[in-house]
C-alpha cells in the first residue's frame, strides 16, 4: 500500500513576506473618498499615449485615488521640510520639489501615467506648479551612442548620461532657479542639438523613464555614489506581463508605421514603405533584441524598489495595486 502524504498547512513563520501591501482595482477605488474629479473625458483623451487607451473610469478609479495618496505624501513633506528649517534656523527657506519617478518597460504607457498624474496634481491646491521631464533627453546623442558601438543598446543604463542627469536632480532638490534638461524628438530619434525644457522651482517633478530606479554598482571603497532614485521622494512602476508588453510593442510599432514613420523626418521612414510583413520582421527583432533583453536585465528587476506597482491587464487597464509599506 502507498503511503498518503499529508501537506501541513503553512505556519505563520514560512508565509512569504512581502513589503507591499495589494489591493484589488474595487478595493484601491474605493480610496478616493471624496477627491473631485477635475478632468473631463476630452481632456484624458488628449493625455492619453498612442495604443495606450485609458478611460475616464480609469482615471476615477486608479489616478484620484493615487493623486490623494501624493497630495498628503507631499503636505507631510512640506510640514517636515519647515521643520528641519526651524531646527536649522535657516533664515531664508529654499523651494525644495518633491520629485515622483515612474519606471517601467516600453509600451507599458508610462507617458500616459505621468501626464495624467501632472494634470491632475496640478489642480491640488498647495501644488499648483507640477512639471514632466523625462530621462530620454538625457541619453548620449546618437553620434556619440555610435562612437561607442550602443545604438543596439539605446534605453539601455550605458546608454545614458547619467552623471548629467544627477547633476540635473541634484540642483532640482537644492532649489536652484530656472535648471535646463535636454530635450529628445521620438520623431528624429535623437537629442535635438540646442534645445532645452527650463524647470524653475515647480512644486512636483515628475520623471519618467525606463530605468530610473536603477541602482548604481556598489563602490567597494566606501565612496558615495548617488542613484537617479536616491532624489525621489515617491516612485511608481508600470507593471505587465511581458507577453502584454510584446503584444502592445508591436502593435504601436505597426500604428507607427501608418502614422509617424511617413513623416520625412522620421529616422523609422523606412519602416513605412516596406510591407507589412517587413515591418512586422522588424518589429519582433527590435523587441526582442532590445527591449526584451532591457526589460530582463534592466527595468523588471527595479520593480521592487518602487513606492508604488500598477500592473495593467489585457485592456491595458491596472488591475491590481501594491503600495509599499511605510
Avoid: C
Avoid at 115 to 131: E, F, G
Avoid at 132 to 145: K, M, Q, S
Avoid at 211 to 233: K, M, Y
Avoid at 257 to 281: G, I, N
Amino acid at each position: 500500500m502507498t503511503a498518503t502524504r499529508q501537506t501541513q498547512p503553512t505556519s505563520e513563520d514560512e508565509r512569504p513576506v512581502s513589503p507591499f501591501r495589494e489591493f484589488t482595482r474595487a478595493e484601491w477605488a474605493r480610496l478616493r473618498a471624496d477627491t473631485p474629479l477635475t478632468l473631463t473625458g476630452e481632456e484624458v483623451v488628449r493625455l492619453q499615449s498612442l495604443n495606450d487607451p485609458v478611460s475616464l473610469e480609469e482615471v476615477i478609479e486608479i489616478y484620484l485615488p493615487l493623486s490623494r495618496l501624493l497630495s498628503l505624501y507631499v503636505a507631510a513633506t512640506q510640514g517636515l521640510f519647515k521643520a528641519t528649517q526651524r531646527f536649522l534656523m535657516a533664515e531664508q527657506e529654499t523651494k525644495t520639489p518633491y520629485i515622483i519617478g515612474i519606471a517601467g518597460s516600453v509600451a507599458v504607457g508610462k507617458s500616459t501615467t505621468a501626464r495624467i498624474l501632472q494634470a491632475l496634481l496640478a489642480r491640488w491646491p498647495n501644488t499648483p506648479k507640477v512639471d514632466l521631464v523625462t530621462t530620454d533627453g538625457f541619453l548620449y546623442p546618437n553620434a556619440e551612442l555610435e562612437r561607442q558601438g550602443l545604438m543596439e543598446r539605446k534605453g539601455f543604463p550605458e546608454s545614458y548620461d547619467t552623471q548629467k542627469l544627477l547633476r540635473f536632480l541634484s540642483d532640482i532638490k537644492a532649489g536652484k532657479r530656472n535648471v535646463a534638461a535636454p530635450v529628445y524628438s521620438h520623431l528624429v530619434y535623437d537629442v535635438v542639438p540646442g534645445e532645452q525644457i527650463i524647470v524653475d522651482q515647480p512644486d512636483i517633478l515628475i520623471l519618467e523613464g525606463l530605468n530610473v530606479l536603477q541602482p548604481a554598482r556598489l563602490p567597494r571603497d566606501g565612496r558615495d555614489i548617488p542613484f537617479v532614485s536616491d532624489f525621489f521622494d515617491f516612485s511608481v512602476y508600470l507593471d505587465a506581463d511581458e507577453d502584454l508588453l510584446h503584444e502592445w510593442y508591436v502593435s504601436r510599432f505597426m500604428r507607427l508605421r501608418e502614422t509617424a514613420f511617413r513623416d520625412p523626418q522620421s529616422y523609422f521612414r523606412k519602416y513605412a514603405s516596406v510591407s507589412e510583413a517587413e515591418a512586422l520582421q522588424m518589429a519582433e527583432r527590435l523587441w526582442s533584441r532590445i527591449n526584451l533583453r532591457n526589460l530582463r536585465e534592466n527595468v523588471l528587476p527595479t520593480r521592487r524598489r518602487a513606492s508604488l506597482v500598477l500592473r495593467k491587464g489585457p485592456s491595458h487597464q491596472v488591475e491590481v495595486v501594491s503600495l509599499r509599506r511605510l
